[in-house]
């Protein structure tokens, strides 16, 4: 337990002062320095503060969903754009709608219906149309690349999806494109690279989980949720509500303990924050699931593992490997904010791409008992 905590600690101190940038939305004032901030609590701590507050907290036994509280705890409260932009503004990075084209919109319509019924060269002609008029319409070279991609050539296609990521890197589906050209053409090394991004940019995009599900034979895998919380804090009139599921482990109710303290105590999140505005923050989530951790550890030295739940042991490890803060933002965060990731900068997000390749994105073989 006392490794973990120190790796908790390291966290909280290397990870969060790098902490995104980010809509008002979810961050409304600066946190204080890491130097400054005082030390996530452990769970015998939270519970004296909930013990000696004047708040009514109230311990609810509850079914939790099948994929857990995830949805309750964390819903979208930003909208992602379609075609995302990243400008900076103020010494942030902002993301705005990519400037659009009534010209090459109106030949990308007029395409479409070619396109549908595989008339894949009639659509390619108005796609280079497209990209003429407007050079600059990345997205017009996507779809440039989709149909020489579908008629066979996968060597053309890759040059236009390049083309695309070249003016914009910021959008997810030009880098699945440009991995599915890749390894058509047998360069899986680079589409695994590519793929990677894509993950990283949109941390929930459907299509890719699904093309790995209907495409077996790559030997890949995109791994189910690791943050699968079976915990729960809520208002309930004046009270605080802590639900927790025991049929699962027993580590969740340390981490609903801590959901309630921060929901309940608006001077904790003062404290760790500077702020007591709710928003979503890196800082509550590590506390909370270190919190969680901590106990489920504990209950393995004891040798207490009837109830343990499979993903806080993965947890466990990627929180050893100093990438819990990247597993947060990857799961947590993108749920809040589907392109919170287009507003970190280039190491945090060479960070999530590293973790994505060691612990989302992996070679089937790899995937053992410990996942879902």
């Not at 990308?108 to 894949?120: C, G, V």
């Not at 189910?224 to 049929?247: K, L, M, N, T, W």
Request: proline letters at 7%; glycine letters at 6%.
């Amino acid at each position: 337990m006392h490794r973990l905590l120190a790796v908790l600690c390291f966290v909280l101190v290397a990870g969060c002062a790098s902490a995104p940038k980010s809509k008002p939305e979810l961050k409304a004032a600066a946190a204080p320095e890491p130097s400054k901030r005082p030390p996530f609590l452990n769970p015998a701590e939270i519970i004296k503060r909930i013990e000696d507050s004047s708040v009514v907290y109230r311990i609810d036994g509850k079914d939790s969903p099948p994929g857990g509280w995830a949805d309750q705890l964390w819903p979208q409260r930003v909208q992602a754009l379609e075609a995302p932009r990243v400008v900076e503004q103020g010494g942030e990075r902002v993301i705005v709608e990519w400037p659009e084209s009534p010209e090459a919109r109106a030949l990308l319509d007029e395409a479409e219906p070619h396109f549908q019924a595989k008339r894949y060269e009639e659509a390619g002609k108005l796609y280079e149309k497209a990209t003429t008029v407007c050079p600059q319409c990345y997205f017009a070279w996507n779809f440039r690349g989709d149909a020489a991609y579908f008629a066979g050539d996968s060597a053309t296609a890759l040059g236009h999806y390049q083309q695309a990521t070249r003016l914009n890197p910021n959008d997810h589906r030009s880098w699945f494109f440009l991995g599915n050209a890749l390894a058509r053409l047998g360069r899986f090394e680079e589409a695994l690279e590519s793929w990677a991004w894509c993950l990283v940019l949109n941390p929930r995009y459907p299509v890719i989980r699904q093309f790995f599900r209907a495409n077996a034979g790559l030997g890949l895998v995109v791994r189910e949720d690791v943050i699968v919380p079976r915990g729960y804090a809520e208002r309930d009139g004046a009270e605080i509500s802590i639900q927790f599921d025991p049929d699962h482990d027993p580590a969740w109710f340390a981490f609903a303990n801590c959901k309630a303290l921060w929901l309940g105590e608006p001077s904790h999140r003062q404290e760790m924050t500077g702020t007591t505005k709710e928003h979503f923050t890196s800082l509550e989530e590590m506390e909370c699931l270190g919190s969680a951790l901590l106990v489920h550890e504990n209950q393995k030295k004891k040798g207490e593992t009837e109830r343990s739940d499979p993903t806080l042991e993965r947890l466990s490890r990627i929180t050893e490997e100093g990438l819990l803060m990247q597993a947060v933002l990857f799961e947590v965060g993108a749920r809040v904010h589907p392109q919170v990731v287009l507003t970190l900068d280039d190491d945090m997000r060479q960070r999530l791409k590293t973790y994505v390749l060691k612990h989302v994105l992996v070679p089937a073989s790899s995937v053992g008992k410990y996942d879902l």
